[in-house]
């Protein structure tokens, strides 16, 4: 399959670019995909061979199953969109306000879409079964891969392949990092209740800004001296809320904000010193704090096998150069991780940057866009994935 895989691509680009381009103008949030869900559904129907399931109604599960026998491998697509108000100007933006695919998500649904109408053709040279998975809600904790995990979508699955387009990446490349490559997200939020007052007399009062400042300078503290440097997170305070006025001492003061680490052990650390320097610092000053924590996603893990069996096909399949290796894992997080947390698996990023194209804005950016050639790199991808259990491909 790797010598006509540009002419199978090419075959199916007119379909991918429809659905890509349906799926962009009709975006829905987080949670409420049923009708990106249907349209899956609909379309896939077309497909011979696909046994299709709607565990959640927002998703669909495709299985094919080979002739013969052999593994269960899963290919994964989110189909959520984000809040924003979309200003990229392409002529199939989005119909609903305030809704908008600013990261990427139609263009995986469409080219995982692509590869299973060229897959299903192999079906009778298929050693074992391909399970696509289109998911839910990638952008908001829980995240729809927990839901499907926790429904034991992937019980029966040996490995499990998930692409990312990239703007930062030219068209044409692919990217990945074997080992950790994206953080865990964890947020948090700290109530300083102090006692407000006039602005004149601040002995009278007990002024959270001042306690809340010195929270927000000693919370780095943790990074720089309370963890391994080797293993340092992302500690940001982003949101700093008190007071209303020149001259009046507030009440409380509100702060939060994230943590990022590739680090399981230091994720379930740092939470507890976030709490003893809170409590210690406001109680020091007479004054209370509630502070509440919201988990969002593992850090993700690309596996040493599900690695080094990503490397080998995707290079059977593009011209060397192409796949580029990083060392350097990213401080964004991504709901792949919670597949890998049940499943090796491999998350691999396809570039779809291009100046010439105006494709130069980073995702959840309200003028993103891709470089349309990046699906054809996306649905190559799959295929070589795929292709290791389809004889003779
Ligand atoms: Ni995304």
Request: proline share 7%; with cysteine; aromatic share 6%.
């Amino acid at each position: 399959m790797n010598n006509n895989a540009d002419a199978l691509v090419n075959h199916v680009f007119d379909d991918v670019i429809r659905w890509r381009r349906h799926i962009h103008a009709n975006p829905d949030l987080s949670f409420h995909e049923k009708p990106t869900a249907d349209y899956i559904h609909r379309e896939l129907n077309a497909i011979p061979h696909l046994e299709i399931t709607r565990p959640l109604e927002n998703s669909v599960i495709a299985t094919l199953k080979g002739k013969y026998v052999g593994p269960v491998q899963a290919l994964r697509a989110d189909i959520d969109a984000l809040p924003l108000d979309e200003k990229s100007g392409v002529d199939f933006a989005s119909t609903k306000p305030g809704i908008m695919h600013a990261c990427g998500h139609d263009a995986h649904t469409a080219m995982l879409m692509g590869a299973i109408k060229i897959l299903s053709g192999y079906q009778d040279r298929l050693h074992g079964t391909l399970k696509f998975i289109f998911q839910p809600a990638e952008e908001i904790p829980p995240g729809g891969a927990k839901q499907l995990v926790e429904m034991g979508i992937v019980d029966d699955v040996a490995q499990i392949f998930g692409l990312h387009v990239q703007p930062d990446l030219p068209v044409g490349t692919i990217v990945m990092k074997e080992g950790p490559y994206v953080a865990s997200s964890d947020n948090f939020n700290i109530l300083i209740k102090g006692k407000g007052g006039h602005g004149s007399m601040p002995h009278t009062c007990v002024d959270p800004v001042v306690i809340g400042a010195e929270v927000v300078c000693a919370l780095q503290h943790i990074v720089a001296r309370n963890t391994d440097p080797l293993l340092t997170p992302v500690l940001t305070v982003a949101t700093f809320q008190a007071g209303d006025s020149y001259n009046v001492i507030p009440d409380s003061a509100r702060l939060a904000g994230t943590l990022r680490t590739h680090n399981n052990d230091v994720r379930q650390r740092v939470p507890g010193l976030v709490n003893r320097i809170v409590e210690g610092i406001t109680h020091a000053h007479g004054a209370d704090c509630e502070i509440e924590w919201q988990s969002g996603y593992a850090p993700g893990f690309n596996h040493p096998q599900a690695s080094q069996f990503a490397r080998e096909q995707i290079n059977a399949f593009f011209p060397a150069g192409t796949l580029q290796e990083s060392q350097r894992p990213l401080f964004s997080s991504e709901d792949f991780s919670s597949y890998q947390e049940k499943v090796p698996g491999c998350f691999i990023f396809i570039g779809c940057g291009n100046p010439e194209k105006g494709a130069i804005w980073n995702v959840h950016n309200p003028h993103f866009i891709i470089d349309e050639e990046a699906l054809k790199v996306g649905i190559k991808t799959h295929l070589a994935l795929a292709s290791a259990l389809i004889n003779g491909a």
